[in-house]
């Protein structure tokens, strides 16, 4: 018979092709991780009693079911509003005891006092869109951590790091806890000077 | 001198790597079968809005899900329209929402159970009154935490 041996194939190369798969799946499969805007409800136990809060500390925003938006009784175009709120937050137009000394804003009587008594209120309908209500809410955590920012890289210039990133760097298990421990009170300080007071109304209740 | 020789002729044979490729497969296929990551098959459209001031959230054992939207074109002839809310793998209505969440926190660890956060999951063209209705009813159980999910963007994208 004139049948050869056929020659074996060379196996030796198999490992590295594997290895080279088995690298490749372990550098993209990302664990893929959700993010989103973080907010907190108002717990369901009434106040039985509410304190008083001065109009010009309000700052209302209604979004209606046209998904037209009214800021402080003024129609208004989406991408004004980050700028409107920044200006509203930052006013500080208190005087004496609620005087606020980071504040930069146009000191103007009528508006917010200082940033710790600025409440945003959020006002929507039943039929206003999902997304629009996020775009919203989005511009109005935008004017908060616009100004957390600057004053966070005015507090703390040396560290190179606006608020947003540093808040990042807190929340990421990855970072060690020697330097959670040193940003956690410098956002502890920026938290108090611009507290995030976002009030999403309640439903109205009449039907 | 002769002591090297001797040595050469007793050599020891080379370590049989043959099975190697075998092993690296089966770690290859591990890693294959094992990133399968959603645990939850959607039932509904679950476009999220975009948005750019966002907070990710780590730590998987502290998240429950909520999704809601209009029900995917399989589901369509069965549930209609109109968006729904989608617990687990079945459709739900708002009531079931707080049992829901109840049923899940007893799920998890003790010490879990106070700084659990509820991811809503919703399509961005579902109306905000059945995200008030969702989010009244995580109210009266407690579950305070919330975080709309969303995706990278600018707010712009949300507006047509």
């Not at chain 1, 409440?119 to 039943?126: E, F, G, P, W």
């Not at chain 1, 616009?146 to 890289?153: A, S």
């Amino acid at each position: 018979m004139a049948r050869r041996a056929s020659p074996e194939v060379n196996a030796g190369s198999m490992a590295d092709i594997a290895f080279l798969l088995l690298i490749f799946f372990l550098v993209t499969t990302t664990i893929e991780t959700d993010s989103g805007i973080n907010r907190k409800l108002p717990p369901m136990d009434e106040l039985i009693d509410p304190p008083i809060i001065k109009e010009k500390n309000i700052f209302t925003v209604v979004v209606n079911k046209y998904n037209q938006l009214l800021v402080e009784e003024k129609p208004m175009n989406i991408s004004e509003i980050r700028q409107a709120a920044i200006e509203f937050l930052d006013n500080g137009g208190g005087k004496d005891a609620e005087e606020c000394s980071y504040c930069k804003g146009n000191k103007d009587p009528a508006s917010s006092d200082n940033p710790e008594k600025a409440i945003i209120s959020l006002k929507n309908d039943r039929e206003t869109s999902y997304k629009v209500y996020i775009a919203v809410q989005n511009e109005l955590v935008a004017a908060y951590n616009e100004l957390r920012n600057r004053e966070f890289r005015s507090l703390y210039p040396n560290l190179g790091l606006t608020f947003v990133e540093a808040n990042k760097r807190y929340s990421d298990p990855r970072s060690s806890s020697l330097e959670k421990k040193k940003l956690k009170p410098k956002i502890d300080i920026l938290k108090a000077m611009y507290p995030q007071k976002l009030s999403e109304a309640e439903p109205s209740k009449t039907k | 001198m002769s002591k090297f020789k001797k040595k050469k002729n007793s050599e020891l044979p080379a370590v049989n790597t043959a099975s190697l490729p075998d092993i690296v497969f089966m770690l290859l296929f591990f890693f294959m079968v094992a990133t399968v990551m959603r645990d939850n098959t959607l039932m509904v459209t679950n476009s999220l809005p975009a948005a750019n001031q966002i907070q990710k959230l780590d730590k998987k054992d502290r998240v429950m899900y909520i999704y809601a939207g209009k029900p995917s074109s399989r589901y369509k002839d069965k549930y209609g329209t109109q968006a729904r809310i989608q617990l687990n793998d079945k459709f739900a209505s708002v009531s079931e929402v707080a049992a829901f969440v109840l049923a899940e926190r007893a799920s998890k660890r003790q010490e879990l159970q106070n700084v659990l956060t509820t991811a809503l999951k919703i399509d961005g063209e579902t109306n905000m009154g059945l995200i008030t209705d969702i989010k009244q009813e995580l109210r009266k159980v407690n579950a305070l935490k919330i975080n709309y999910t969303t995706r990278v963007g600018e707010y712009s994208q949300n507006i047509d």
